[in-house]
């Protein structure tokens, strides 16, 4: 059963426009939460993250927002550049748990 | 640093046949753990470790062994291949524990016939 579910496996975007992924989770008890980027053939990288004390954490393009009565998180890209074009996991975890990824988004920046 | 290596890039197995899939990683992190990932499915946790001479079982452990006998090495043994352990496999290593950022390395790619 997963509880970290990304519904959307594909999203295209136009250059310079936002990109939004979105994560939905089940488990109250996640307290962190983690957003990896992954270029085919290599390994995953970590993006951002935010912890449940937050509602929002922002690194330059990068925002993630945290709704936790609705157990929601959203990765926002503002402006999507070609390279951002990649498979984007969302992960939450628990102090006392393990790491669950959800099945991830494919983006596709187009010119 | 070479960050987490991963050996072999691709493999091929026989049903029934046994391999080990080697992981290292050269931080000196203590956390260090294996991952499958197959399609609609993200990523998989098979076993983990804390440290050295200390494993434990993730979501997936059926059919995989691992040891820890050094902080740097990681090793993920397959005892008779099956077709469903057909994926791409990777290991990754953290400083801290699964709240921590984890590192992963290039993955491995397995076809069992």
């Known amino acids: 059963d997963q509880q970290v579910k990304q519904n959307s496996p594909s999203l295209s975007v136009q250059e310079g426009r936002i990109s939004i992924l979105n994560c939905d989770y089940t488990n109250s008890m996640f307290d962190y939460f983690l957003w990896y980027k992954k270029y085919p053939a290599e390994g995953p990288t970590f993006l951002i993250s935010i912890s449940s004390i937050k509602d929002k954490n922002e690194d330059g393009r990068f925002t993630v927002f945290l709704n936790k009565s609705a157990k929601h998180l959203s990765l926002h890209i503002v402006p999507s550049q070609p390279g951002d074009s990649a498979v984007y996991f969302c992960a939450a975890s628990s102090s006392n748990g393990k790491l669950q990824f959800g099945a991830g988004t494919q983006v596709v920046v187009t010119p | 640093n070479a960050g987490v290596t991963q050996t072999p890039k691709f493999q091929v197995l026989k049903t029934g046949q046994s391999m080990t899939l080697q992981c290292a990683q050269d931080?000196?992190?203590?956390?260090m753990s294996w991952y499958r990932q197959d399609p609609g499915m993200g990523l998989r946790l098979i076993h983990y470790s804390v440290g050295a001479g200390i494993t434990d079982q993730g979501e997936v452990p059926n059919g995989y062994n691992v040891s820890r006998s050094t902080t740097e090495d990681f090793p993920l043994r397959l005892l008779s291949a099956a077709p469903s352990q057909t994926s791409v496999y990777f290991c990754?290593?953290?400083?801290?524990?699964?709240?921590?950022?984890?590192?992963f390395g290039p993955g491995t790619r397995l076809t069992v016939l």
């Open positions: 990754a290593s953290s400083r801290d524990g699964n709240t921590d950022t984890q590192y």
């Open positions: 931080m000196n992190h203590e956390y």
